[in-house]
């Protein structure tokens, strides 16, 4: 009878023993699953946003988009920004173009695409509206259709759309 319960306290030795080697690695599991998903956040974190600014309104519009622009790479200076135009939105792109209350936008044209923020222009528009290409700013590239343009970035490239 002495040899059946030392036998029976043995094997709960055994089990309990057992349960405590299986908690640290249910532990490490654990620890490996949270430092995986802060891996994956990190590289969420990491990763470059890329947006297309869609402008198709006239000049008046352009001083708020811009400075929408500039507040976004402000929050987020790796941001990869397009600033696509068409139709009125192409006119702030032209030299010499000024606002209602006569703001030139040259000067912030070239501060953004200094910071990496592009700017393109819808050929259809200039075809249309009779515009010269040596009229547009040196930072303007000109792309067959603007819509086309906004459309591909999305589809393709896996760029957000923001129409401010």
Same mark, same amino acid.
């Given at each position: 009878?002495?040899? !059946?319960?030392?036998?029976?306290?043995?094997? $709960?030795?055994?089990? !309990?023993?057992?349960?405590?080697?299986?908690?640290?690695?249910?532990?490490?599991?654990? *620890?490996?699953? $949270?430092?995986?998903?802060?891996? $994956?956040?990190?590289?969420?974190?990491?990763?470059?946003?890329?947006?297309?600014?869609?402008?198709?309104?006239?000049?008046?519009?352009?001083?708020?988009?811009?400075?929408?622009?500039?507040?976004?790479?402000?929050?987020?200076?790796?941001?990869?920004?397009? *600033? *696509?135009?068409?139709?009125?939105?192409?006119? !702030?792109?032209?030299?010499?173009?000024?606002?209602?209350?006569?703001?030139?936008? @040259?000067? @912030?044209? $070239?501060?953004?695409?200094?910071?990496?923020?592009? !700017?393109?222009?819808?050929?259809?528009?200039?075809?249309?509206?009779?515009?010269?290409?040596?009229?547009?700013?040196?930072?303007?590239?000109?792309?067959?259709?603007?819509?086309?343009?906004?459309?591909?970035?999305?589809?393709?490239?896996?760029?957000?759309?923001?129409?401010?």
């Amino acid at each position: 009878m002495y040899k !059946f319960i030392g036998m029976l306290a043995i094997a $709960s030795l055994a089990t !309990f023993a057992h349960a405590q080697d299986a908690k640290p690695a249910q532990s490490t599991a654990a *620890v490996k699953a $949270s430092a995986a998903k802060k891996t $994956s956040t990190t590289k969420v974190a990491e990763k470059t946003v890329k947006v297309v600014y869609h402008v198709n309104t006239d000049v008046n519009t352009v001083p708020a988009i811009l400075n929408n622009v500039r507040n976004h790479l402000n929050a987020d200076p790796k941001a990869k920004i397009v *600033v *696509v135009t068409h139709g009125p939105g192409i006119n !702030f792109l032209i030299q010499d173009a000024k606002d209602s209350q006569g703001r030139e936008f @040259s000067g @912030s044209v $070239s501060e953004l695409a200094s910071r990496g923020v592009e !700017f393109r222009v819808c050929n259809n528009t200039l075809t249309s509206r009779n515009i010269d290409p040596g009229t547009l700013l040196m930072e303007a590239k000109i792309v067959p259709s603007g819509v086309a343009e906004v459309a591909r970035l999305q589809a393709l490239e896996g760029y957000v759309y923001l129409k401010p």
